[in-house]
């Protein structure tokens, strides 16, 4: 039996706990430094392992908060990825924005969220970082960090075939073949995945499945050890996706949309988030491309002194058309966007020690990227009539009405390249053996340049009707060509006390200081909404204490308090237009705060059980928004969100994790798990219009497996409990209208694995 939401995360959990047995690799919440655990995170950092992510079949970005607490990914498209740590992110709607949450793969950082792994594969763990980076791989964050992690070639010839099946036509396949090509000094690794999924969405209009997966990767590594101390590791890596998406149900029509539909006779399709149907005219389409190549090389000068270097580029292209009105009506049935990054990044760093007592790390960063943009947006012989409906215009022919915007394009350019460097140094002074006091400082310097623009065309000729002039431009805007620099600096720092009375107690205090440049508005924005936005910066403090109660008990906690000046924000602008407002334009909150407790546990349990749990309680609200958007059924422009709850912030979130295996001979293992997730509701778009509320969910998955060493076969099943649920929820357009993304389908397969 099912507990309701209403009766609170704690009692989920403990009722999902007595109802079920769970299994195989227990997802490591390391509270006590330990081998295979960086010692230089943070106490509240997760160290997450590949093992743990795997309730069945395939791994996404959207696993990762099946095992840490505080994160929330939503993912509705790889372009459009969210990532948010203790209430504190952003989305990639606006191709101006950086993450206030960086990410790292394999030591170096993306540039955009967008460029996030379709599917993690091969990994050997993802370390979420929950405060301000300084000395890592990337830029300095404001908020937090993901640093992915990949297996590394060895020095055993083996290779992996897994293959899954399961419903909505699912299809997965993974390749690994690692292999000693030199003895001793060189060794190669290939990955390989191949995904496919039927769409999960009906289009009404078109009779067609659509939002379904098609996604591929490879990646090659040599590991070469050339002799002495030093070491040499090459990763190469290509994906590729091409998706008929984004198509989303409407979770709410603006009483302006119906009275619209109303007058033109009109039917819409009824607003249910969860419907999993659209009545599209248009198909939409997603085609992304990603090569990268990273060089890391690392050599012992002295015996006490490591040069390391960390080499990376990336090229990431993007092309997708879609039908932009989201209904059944030739209005803007035809747009898209494209968008073309490379960038280039080089870490340098020297570690070692100065006697038994000091270590240091001194380092210098570069990271140079570029992009070119443009977005298309194509009226159609509706429009006019849709956007007219109601206002009182003088009775016209049809036909000549239909031509006032049929064919009437916007396309927008737009260009942005950017540098960062930085140095930074780290101390480490273990002033007694149990007490140990960690110092960094980061100086940043960030520079861009961009341009955005407004070209118009396939205008129509129509007779001087003023009210014709009118709607053009209220719906067209003026052709419009701007250029902008940015200059940014900033001086950042950390200081960690570590102090461990006991191998069983370890109790931490870190406060740190954070930075995200500001940067250029990837849209052409006009009213209230500057072309540029400042810098934010956080300041943040952390108090951790791990436990191990006995050699298979273990405890942690974690109380927080983030403060950011110059919060980076989405939202719609008001007062840009009265019949489309313009959308996803990046603003600064002048303060926001987050602050909480964290608490996870990790038990091995008699019998062959293992069970971990974590839950987080974060605040996170807006302490000075004065001149935030309104919902737009108000009437009004701006309004004062000073002191309410901020959006993508669940005020609750919790996983639990238990799991049981059974020796049947020496050779075989027959094991079992669940896996339970829970976050509470949260407003979903910065303006909390009407029907941009996300309700809790919880989640729950489930596999039984036989694991032989040279084979494994898993039966599984996902979302098991909640198919009504919303993973996010996106503004239409600015007027009211919201889609929203429901969460995935209940899916149930088989996933064999062959080792040799």
Known sequence: MLVKASHGPVLVVMTVLLSAAQAAELPPVQVIASEGRDTSLPTSATTVSAGSLEHGGLVSAADLPSAAVSLQLTQPDNRNTGIFIRGLGTTGFNDGMQGSVGVTVDDVALGRQAMFPAHLYDIEAVDVVRTPVLGGPGPVTSVGALHIRHRAPDWHNHTALKASRGSDGLRHHELVANGELVPGVLAGRIS?????????????????????AQHDAVRAQLLWLPGGDSRARLILERTHLDENCCAYSVAHYSQASQNRAALLGHPLLAADPFSREVAQDSDNRRLMDQDSATLHLDTWLTPGMRLVSVSGYREWDMHAWQDLDGIDLAIAPRGGSELQHRQWSQALSLEGSLGSAVDYQLGGYYHDHAHRRSRSLTYGPDAARWFTAGLGFPPVDEALLASVMDGATVVSPGTESARHRALFAQLDWFARPDLGVSGTVRHSHDRKHGTTGRRIGGLQAIPPVPEFELLRAMLLGQPADSRHQLRDESLDGALRLRYMPSRAAQYEVAVSSGYKPGGINGETVSGNVPPTFDA?????????????????????????????????????????????????????????????????????????????????????????????????????????LSGERMANAPRWTGFADLRHSIPLSDTRELYSGINYQYRSDYPGTTERGQGSHVDSRELVDALIGLRHPHWDIELWVRNLTDERYMSAVFALNGGGDYGALAGAPRTAGVSLVLRF
Do not use: W
């Open 192 to 212: 390989a995945y191949n995904h496919r999924r039927d769409g999960v969405v009906d289009n009404l209009t078109t009779g067609r499945k659509v939002n379904n």
């Open 536 to 640: 934010e910066h956080s300041r943040s403090i952390d108090a951790s204490v791990a436990l191990a109660l006995t050699d298979a008990a273990r405890m942690q906690l974690t109380v927080y308090l983030t403060e950011i000046r110059d919060y980076q924000a989405l939202t719609y602008n008001p007062d840009s237009s009265p019949l489309i407002p313009q959308m996803n334009n990046i603003i600064n909150v002048d303060r926001v705060r987050s602050r909480g407790v964290e608490a996870s546990t990790d038990l091995t349990l008699p019998a062959g059980f293992r069970f971990a749990t974590g839950v987080g309680y974060n605040d996170a609200r807006y302490l000075d928004f004065r001149d935030a958007p309104c919902p737009p059924e108000s009437g009004q422009l701006f309004c004062d």
